[in-house]
């Protein structure tokens, strides 16, 4: 497709507002201003979140205060809709930015890198724990009513660890806190149904295993026996 000169922003303001009025389809605005169709899907986005202000330059990156990062994260945490719904809900540009934030919060517990005094950075490495000492964390984080990042500092372990392990203990129990990195699924407790039905698939993928390399060399001794007996 041959591209024009690059569509001014009332261009855009006109054939967004053009789309959602039916007046013309994506596809031909697309072919109108000699774009990509999901460059009209992304303007259509922005205008429902921002208006025409979405198109007018800047000379300032936006910026986005603690209490509304925090409130688009925990709205996607809880449910309220996908990473689209959720930009355009608290008109943030982009998803990359929403992603950002959740990858922050779910290290940190925080959206903020700095958190205590003293200025330390707030503990985001995991570390190697006991299952003993998983059920200890788990057990105070549930008495502070899921409070994870104080139980995070506490313990010296991630806020996100902290998080799992409560999870995984609330749905499975103490089976929920073992450790299963590098067991393999067949030789593993199941804990669910689930877990019951993916450990069997693994039983007899491991089987057709072993059988087909059983017959793979029966199959070469068969081929090495005859080779002998022709050059008897």
């Known amino acids: 497709m041959p591209h024009k000169q690059k569509a001014t922003a009332d261009e855009k303001v006109w054939i967004v507002r053009e789309c959602l009025a039916g007046k ?17 899907y992304s303007w259509i986005k922005r205008y429902k979140a921002e208006g025409a202000a979405a198109f007018q330059p800047s000379k300032f ?9 925090m409130k688009a994260v925990l709205s ?9 719904d959720i930009c355009q809900k608290y008109r943030i540009r982009a998803m990359y930015q929403l992603q950002s934030w959740l990858k922050v919060y779910n290290a940190h517990g925080d959206l903020s890198s700095i958190k205590y005094s003293g200025g330390e950075s707030y503990m985001s490495k995991a570390r190697s724990t006991t299952q003993e000492e998983r059920l200890q964390i788990v057990q105070e984080c549930l008495a502070s009513d899921k409070n994870y990042g104080e139980t995070a500092k506490k313990y010296k372990v991630s806020y996100q660890q902290v998080r799992t392990w409560t999870l995984r203990y609330i749905e499975l129990g103490e089976s929920g806190l073992e450790d299963r990195r590098g067991k393999r699924k067949k030789d593993q407790t199941p804990r669910t149904e689930l877990e019951k039905a993916q450990i069997e698939i693994q039983k007899l993928k491991h089987q057709l295993y072993m059988a087909e390399m059983e017959r793979d060399l029966l199959k070469k001794l068969n081929e090495l026996e005859r080779g002998e007996f022709l050059d008897k």
């Open 24 to 40: 013309i389809s994506k596809s031909e605005a697309a072919c109108y201003l000699q774009v990509d169709k999901s460059s009209i």
């Open 61 to 69: 990156n936006r910026t986005y205060t603690t209490e509304l990062k």
């Open 76 to 84: 996607y945490l809880n449910g309220e809709g996908s990473l689209r």
